[in-house]
């Protein structure tokens, strides 16, 4: 009998310098979990891969801590604009959508991307759009802005850089991961007790990032990947460079075409092809055999994983 | 010493049922071999297979006759959306937009973004701006519309389905490939005297396409992948299968790690694993060697291959 498992990220990054205070990293691991418990159920119910990523990506959009939903990052015009996608292993459908902001949970308009329209990717106003004909909640882009985020911008406007800034010194109640170094993104990959696989991706994108701009989290292939003959994927890092590796679908293909691991393909993949292109970050992945793996290159990556009925385990730095 | 190669192609699709009128065939494969002349030369002069391919495909762009650029077909609304995407072997830096209105010649964005951006990826009016401010030719959209392209959408929208329209029956000056059949799509791959590789795509999208919609042209990946490791590859066809497939990609992930030849990788992706997606379509691609592919499933595709300083070969149906 297939043991069903589900596998969450809340973004990869640096340590910060500065003393953690511990009862932030708790509140780190608490969302972790709780978010974990939420998907979990679906499963211990029977309930699909693709439902249980579905849920699981949108309770990591509506917390305010990760960089999705709610807590999404700012552009360099202090805007939002958020991207998503999900991939059903079992038939490889997939949807996404790209610069949306107005789409209270951006996985779900994926999701009914891939399920309501002959299209699997949507980008811009007509993405919201479509999202709102199809009876998703539609909220002020204000909705996904939080003081901490916007603090964030303007620190990165301030250091004069177009990409990510250098430090929090000197805050004393910053979170467990260098917020401004965290490639921010979300994501979850499942296997249900059917036997098939799902994964999904979430993001605000990185702060402030230029308007327009699409990273890894909405391609299918770079940013989130499933197929029930290999595995499911969701990655979190630098997109553009896992927009270049192809990361998601590299994984899968390494273990379709040369037979190794999960593990094996997932390590290839973020210690020795990402970084020569610069690609900081992470991934998810689960296999049809609920093998977990959760490599990151960077300091940390919020994670978590649950074998249905077991404990589950939360973490944010190497064991 | 390498002999530096170039192949382009036009789309793949459908014979039509009417009497073919030799003069229309003709005019086709004169653009095709003009086209290839054009990039020929800069490959003949030593230039690099990034020009080659950026040259190739703007100048399939200008040809009204291929869904890309001036040609492009039309939206549902009657507006046009471009997509493009260009990839470099030697580096695999990549640049890419979609859902662009106004730039003249998509591919020149693509290429700008890659080296002129630090993201790889913009859609929407945003990818529009970057290109103005790059100073890339800006045109009014109306610059992309022919009285074809327009006769093409009224028919699918008359047809009272938002995909592809059945027939041109009675129209007698209709081109080689079912225009209301065919996936509209023009790319280029090429090897320079230097080994290195490089492969570009750009098109209008499936005529009365959904706004908004993005294909698989500009996802890394999927329409467009260049390694020097393995091969340069552009797709054409139902551009939700290729994105499901990670078409481009996998060809190159299979020659990586299994060792087959290009030809084998290639006639695999496109008459095995994108016909049970419903992936109508076809590539061309070449590798380090300087071998050249060019599989469809279809029952044509405009195509066209040089080998530098030899006779060009055009081809629109099967051998």
Aim: net charge negative.
């Amino acid at each position: 009998m297939i043991k069903p498992v589900l596998a969450i990220h809340g973004g990869a990054g640096a340590i910060t310098r500065a003393q953690i205070i511990p009862a932030v990293k708790l509140a780190y691991e608490d969302a972790l979990r709780s978010i974990l418990a939420g998907g979990e159920r679906i499963l211990a119910n029977g309930g699909s891969a693709l439902d249980a990523v579905t849920e699981a990506v949108r309770l990591l959009e509506e917390c305010p801590l990760f960089n999705a939903g709610h807590g999404a990052v700012f552009t360099r015009d202090a805007t939002h604009e958020l991207d998503a996608s999900i991939m059903d292993g079992s038939t490889l459908a997939c949807g996404a959508v790209a610069n949306v902001r107005t789409i209270r949970n951006p996985v779900r308009a994926a999701r009914a991307v891939m399920e309501h329209s002959p299209h699997v990717f949507f980008a811009g106003d007509n993405a919201d759009a479509f999202a709102r004909e199809q009876g998703l909640e539609i909220v002020d882009s204000s909705f996904f802005s939080t003081p901490d985020r916007h603090a964030q911008l303007i620190k990165a406007q301030e250091t004069g850089v177009d990409s990510i800034v250098l430090d929090h010194d000197g805050v004393v109640d910053q979170p467990p991961l260098d917020e401004s170094k965290k490639m921010g993104t979300v994501g979850a990959v499942a296997l249900d007790a059917h036997g098939n696989l799902a994964a999904a991706t979430s993001t605000g994108g990185m702060t402030n990032k230029w308007p327009g701009r699409v990273g890894d989290s909405p391609i299918i292939g770079a940013g989130c990947y499933a197929n029930n003959a290999s595995c499911a994927v969701s990655t979190t890092g630098k997109g553009e460079a896992f927009i270049r590796a192809v990361a998601a679908y590299d994984v899968a293909a390494m273990m379709e075409y040369t037979g190794v691991s999960l593990e094996h393909a997932a390590h290839k993949v973020v210690y020795e092809k990402l970084p020569p292109l610069d690609g900081a970050g992470g991934l998810i992945a689960v296999d049809k055999h609920g093998n977990i793996t959760m490599p990151f290159n960077t300091e940390g990556m919020y994670r978590g994983s649950v074998v249905v009925g077991q404990a589950a385990l939360v973490a944010i730095y190497r064991e």
